[in-house]
Structures are given as C-alpha cells and as structure tokens.
C-alpha cells in the first residue's frame, strides 16, 4: 500500500512540478481570466498526465508489479488513477465553462481581445487551424469518458458489461490525447 501512495502522490507532485517548470508565470496571474487560463493548463496536464499512467497500467507491464506488491496493488493504483482523472478533467471542464457561463450571466465581464499575431510556424500554424476541432471532439470524448469512468465505478454493474465498457475509454483517450496536443 505505501508504493501505492508514493506512486500516486510521486506522480502528481512530478506533473505539477514539470507544469510550473513550463509555465512559471501561472504561480502571478494578472487577474481571473489569467488565473482561469492557468487552472485550465494545469487541470489539463494532471489529468493527461495520470490518465495515460492509468493507461500504461491497464496494459499490465511486468517491470513494476513486483515493485508495488502484485497485479491487485497496480489495479488499485489503476482504480485511484481513473478516479483522479475524472475529478480532474471535470475541473477542467469546469474551469473552462464556468466563467463563460459567468458572463453569460453578466456576472463577469468578458475581457478585450486584441489582434493575434500572424503565426509564421507553418507547424503551428497547422495545429492552430486545428484548435476548434481539438476543443470540440476533446469535449465529446470528456462526456463519454466521465459515462464510462463512472460506470465502472458502480459496484453493481455488471462485469461482462464493465470488461467491454472499459475498453471503449482507450478510445476516448486517444481522442483526449489529441485535444492535449493540438
């Protein structure tokens, strides 16, 4: 049980880490949208980050199973790792759709956009002309993976059903990857 919590907390506290080493400038936002631009990056490479661990895990290496004390220990770590990768993305999810709600409501006011630069990058450029479909498909897939996570949090639901279930959120994954990227 303990390499269990070391792995978890371990892995959290790398990915934070790693996530203020590439954005220092989040720890002195100017601002609620600057601080809800930071939430969303962080919140979404937490939940990138463990959910492709909890990936790694459902392919049961041998390398770490003797490490954590048996196939059942990393299944829980699994377990610990879907769990936190709902809660996460749902903040995530959160953190973006809230303050447009908010000014939606005119609780917040929406703040003044200037002019983008010209991306002269023709790589970013290409995964620029790609954010609307990478937000848009990324959202469908947070749906179905809080359905199928959630599913297979339910004691009472049927295991043959659990066993197809599950492996659909491999797909949903791959598609939050892309979103992660673009």
């Given amino acids: 049980m303990r390499h269990i919590k070391i792995a978890f907390w371990g892995l959290l506290a790398l990915l934070s880490i790693l996530w203020l080493a ?7 936002p100017e601002g ?20 492709s661990v909890a990936m790694i ?5 041998r390398w770490p199973e003797r490490w954590f004390g048996g196939l059942d220990k990393m299944y829980r770590l699994h377990k610990w790792l879907g769990i936190t990768a709902l809660v996460v993305s749902v903040a995530h999810w959160l953190w973006s759709q809230a303050p447009k709600w908010g ?21 970013e450029a290409f995964f620029m002309s790609l954010r609307g479909s990478a937000e848009g498909v990324g959202e469908w897939a947070f749906y179905a993976a809080v359905l199928l996570i ?33």
Avoid at 32 to 51: C, E, K, N, P, T
Avoid at 57 to 61: D, N, S, T, V
Avoid at 103 to 123: H, Q, S
């Fill in 150 to 182: 959630a599913l297979a949090l339910v004691r009472y639901f049927p295991y043959r059903l659990f066993y197809k279930t599950h492996r659909l959120l491999a797909v949903a994954y791959l598609v939050l990857v892309f979103h992660a990227v673009v």
């Fill in 57 to 61: 895990l459902a392919l049961r290496p």
């Fill in 103 to 123: 000014v939606g409501w005119d609780l917040l006011k929406r703040p003044a956009r200037g002019e983008r630069p010209a991306v002269e990058n023709p790589v």
């Fill in 22 to 28: 590439a954005e220092p400038s989040a720890l002195q």
């Fill in 32 to 51: 609620f949208m600057a601080l809800r631009d930071a939430m969303v990056q962080y919140s979404g490479v937490v939940a990138i980050g463990v959910m």
